[in-house]
């Protein structure tokens, strides 16, 4: 299998990779490892702060709010934590200071990642009556390379009235998908076959060329995005064309008149992969990873069919 990325992206945590020399069970093995195998950090346990606490200023405070403790810790969860693969960080039940403790007493530095909350609703003589908590609230005790990222600060994560406040520890580990859904880095990934557009007929091919319709880079979609020998290859190009050709196809009333004036054919053995990530990895570090799940998978399988032989 070989992969390149299309030209122009990843844009921003999508990404489109050309797979080739492959099969689509092959690529469907990548798209699962992508969902399932690809380790990343997670929060999944949270300790609340419970009771009643007096301010600086004599006000008491209460630990309630409108959301169950329950939904504060989904909530938290569901938010992108950084993901370092190459900084060594382990699954609690590898860790070698940790994996023979009992399962309350998992945690350190090597396997774990601490946050911390303490956020008071408004002051009884302030105008606000309710004050948003934020992920950006969240403290980070461990190391400064998992601060949450400035495009997640502001997932909101519930809301404090007067005489309320918020406290507590949030722990982050290792996990992947097939554990739960908050240690799966991608979404929306998918693939299709990798095609290139002929322009055979072009004066029929007008019925769509005056549509006015445009590729994502604001191209206008007409017979100069083919080249000399009438054929398109540009993936970013392709993929917009092949929405556009639903504009003159069954039950639009253009097709007949239209008459297959532009096809797509497709290249054998060639896919276009696509997904975005949550952030936590890059596009590029999670394909990285599934790619070593796989990798690793097989090695394994292949040792053992060998000891089976032996």
């Known amino acids: 299998m070989d992969a390149q990325i299309v030209d122009g992206w990843p844009q921003g945590n999508e990404i489109r990779i050309i797979l080739s020399n492959t ?127 400035d495009e997640h600060k502001r997932i909101p994560l519930t809301v404090l009235s007067k005489g309320q406040f918020l406290e507590l520890y949030a722990f982050a580990t290792l996990g992947r998908g097939r554990q739960h859904s908050k240690w799966s880095p991608v979404a929306a990934v998918g693939f299709r076959q990798h095609c290139i557009a002929k322009l055979n007929k072009p004066k029929k091919a007008k019925v769509l060329f005056d549509l006015g319709l445009t590729t994502s880079d604001g191209k206008p979609i007409d017979a100069k995005l083919f080249g000399k020998d009438k054929t398109m290859t540009d993936v970013n190009h392709l993929l917009d064309l092949e929405k556009a050709l639903h504009q003159v196809g069954p039950g639009t009333n253009r097709d007949v008149e239209f008459d297959d004036a532009i096809t797509l054919e497709p290249v054998e053995g060639s896919y276009i992969f696509t997904y975005e990530t949550d952030g936590s990895l890059s596009p590029e570090q999670a394909f990285n990873g599934a790619m070593m799940e796989l990798q690793g998978r097989f090695d394994n399988l292949a040792s053992d069919i060998e000891k089976a032989f032996a």
């Open 23 to 149: 099969d689509a069970a092959q690529v469907n093995a990548v798209r699962r490892a992508l969902i399932a195998d690809v380790p990343k950090l997670a929060i999944d346990k949270v300790n609340f702060t419970q009771g009643v606490n007096q301010d600086n200023k004599g006000e008491i405070l209460e630990s309630v709010n409108v959301l169950p403790d329950e939904v504060i810790a989904h909530r938290l969860a569901m938010i992108p934590i950084p993901t370092h693969p190459d900084e060594g960080m382990m699954h609690p039940d590898d860790c070698p200071n940790c994996k023979d403790l009992a399962e309350e007493s998992k945690g350190c530095m090597t396997c774990q990642v601490l946050y911390h909350i303490r956020k008071e609703g408004p002051s009884e003589d302030s105008e606000e009556t309710v004050r948003t908590v934020y992920a950006g609230d969240l403290t980070n005790i461990s190391d400064q390379m998992f601060d949450i990222r």
